[in-house]
């Protein structure tokens, strides 16, 4: 890039940008609005604001148009700071299916998720942003609202169209300057930040309107009132929320505390046919992982240690201070089922007859399937689940033709984003790192040393491009006390486990429960040779089950299971996953056994050494991947233990506790 100094060091930079506008301003919001509105102002936390999205689209459209102005003198920049799409994101049938072409390129520029509305122009302090405890609250508008109305005038008539008339939101009154105020962080040395900020400054001079209805008069842009500051030196770029480093200790469990800036959306699955993303409520490892990495090992080029590092999947908590144990957070064990409005656990039931069909007090059981909102929450009451509720919202996107400048046709999608906060205030995801003792013997001197860097490059960098909408977050890392908190395995006799449903005295049940997916079926399963019928199929699934555990160990006997399981592909997924280890290169899909899942073992005491010393390190570590993939790395396939993925409790309390008395149990039927 033009300009460019790389003996310069990068840093860590912010920059303020101020947008002064004319009103009426609209920055449509998607969902619900009040009763006789078509258009409303879009929110944030209370407060009008304009989406971070649409702030950055306007810059890059007014950065392109300067480019082709200047003889593309700045077209590296502009790809730099705000991204490119990947070459595989082509529908065309030609595109190729490279995994180069399906690389990321995310932007080096992170815009805030909203530019908050701040004060007029005219009429100081009248726009003073909401005080801490009204940011919290859930979403509501000002108090003060005003009405606008359009209608469409019949050519011929002169008169209004029938029906055609739209009324919208206008919170400021025609010709007030209003201004909203956000920031842009980047990480780079000084003169390129020098040309950035010149650029953001050309650029709001190029942008004529922000929002809809440009076209009618709204949202023109002041562009001599707009500012860019640097902000570099505010001690707001990054609080340390940690307590000062040691050497990493290898032995020990550390807890990252991560504090959003912004909602996030991580897809849940590909949706075929859609233009809609949902979102996972937790932060996958492999994510969290991964942004680490692109800053860390980039940086630091520490790679072995790093892969050695087992991250597990982050889970909201309402009080970070009292976090729960992220691995354990919110999992309802499948086995778990509502009979006669009351909660019980059929895991042991099932140990004694595994294909019979039960009634409890005369009522077929329910499953979680099955369950209304109050029957989860009456589980979750029942397991002193403490999993806060998260509040969610639905944003809309549309690409914009830059020459046009109105929607480009086939542009629209929508995505779901989980807020960081609720009604009882911020939101934690609570997340741990550690290092399981099967692999402290590739630890050596050169590895624990990049581990103690992570943790300081923790401490004092925020974790950035967290998801769709590259949220940032705030880290606080702490070294947990001792290992209370994380599960330990409990011999059947701590757990008081039955052992009368086996029919010999010497015989042990270990019921697992899965705390996040995990690849426990084999590959090709639409292969001829391992096809499971969709229905009738439940001795196949059985068999294929079996064979994994058998492929542990043969000391473990599968009784019976309750499990679900879901479907992971796509053709990024392919391309960018699976093609690298699939020699053949044919499409496949990957079945991942969900979070929940139960599998109930019997094991001889002869074994229950073994057995016990094998589970330990399923705690510690995670269960291994199916042997089918061999030695997969996250090169290869984001579900690995190291991304958090197949972490297990075992025997769990409620198996027990919930059990239901012979005399509620009515077996009729079995197989």
Known sequence: MKGSNPTLKDRAHQLSITLCLQAPVLTQSAGARSQGLDSAMWCYKGQPALPGSLVKGNIRHALVRINALSGNAIAGDIAKWFGMPS??????????????????????????????YQTTKDNKGEGDSL??????????????????????????????EHGHIQTIESPFAVGEYVTFTGKVFIRCNADELERLQRYLEMALYYIPAIGALKGAGFGRVCAKDCRVNNESGDSSTHVSLSKPSLPFDATKRYQLQLRLDRPFCISARPLAETNRFESLEYIPGHVLKGAMAAAFIHRHNAHVGFDLLHVSHAFATQTANNAVYPVAAGIIPKSIVIADNQVFDLALLSAGAPRACFLIRECAPKFETDWKAEERNTVKEKLSLTVPELDKALSLHTRITPDKNY?????????????????????????????????????????????????????????????????????????????????????????????????????????????????????????????????NGDASLHQLYEDYWQAQSQNLQLVSYFATQRQMGGRYYHAYYRRRSNSVGAYQTDWLTEAGSVFVFKVNTSDREHVETMMKAWLDGGL????????????????????????????????????????????????
């Open 407 to 535: 929607a480009e046709k086939n542009g629209l999608f929508s995505q779901e984003e989980v807020l960081p906060f609720n009604d009882k205030g911020d939101l934690t995801w609570c997340a741990t790192l550690h290092i399981p003792a099967e692999s402290h013997e590739k630890l050596n001197e050169k590895t624990l040393g990049e581990l103690t860097e992570l943790s300081r490059y923790l401490e004092t960098e925020n974790i950035l491009n967290i998801g769709r909408t590259h949220a940032k977050a705030q880290v606080a890392i702490t070294q947990l006390e001792n290992d209370s908190t994380a599960p330990t395995a409990k011999g059947s006799q701590e757990c008081a486990l039955h052992t009368s449903y086996s029919g010999a005295d010497d015989t042990f049940l270990y019921v697992l429960t899965l705390q996040s997916d995990a690849l426990l079926l084999p590959q090709f399963l639409s292969h001829e040779k391992t096809l499971i019928q969709s229905t």
């Open 87 to 116: 070459g595989g994101a082509s529908t065309s049938k030609q595109a190729n299916d490279d995994t180069k072409d399906f690389a990321p390129n995310v932007g080096s520029a992170i815009f805030d998720y909203a530019w908050m």
């Open 131 to 160: 005080n801490a405890q009204q940011k919290n609250t859930k979403i509501k508008f000002i108090e003060k609202q005003d009405v606008r109305t359009r209608i469409t005038i019949n050519v011929n008539t002169g008169a209004v």
């Open 624 to 671: 291994p991947l199916h042997p089918d993939y061999g030695d997969c790395t996250w090169k290869d396939i984001p579900y690995i233990p190291q991304n958090g993925y197949g972490a297990v409790l075992i025997n769990q309390a409620c198996h027990q506790n919930l059990e239901p008395s012979a005399n509620e149990v009515t077996v009729f039927q079995e197989a």
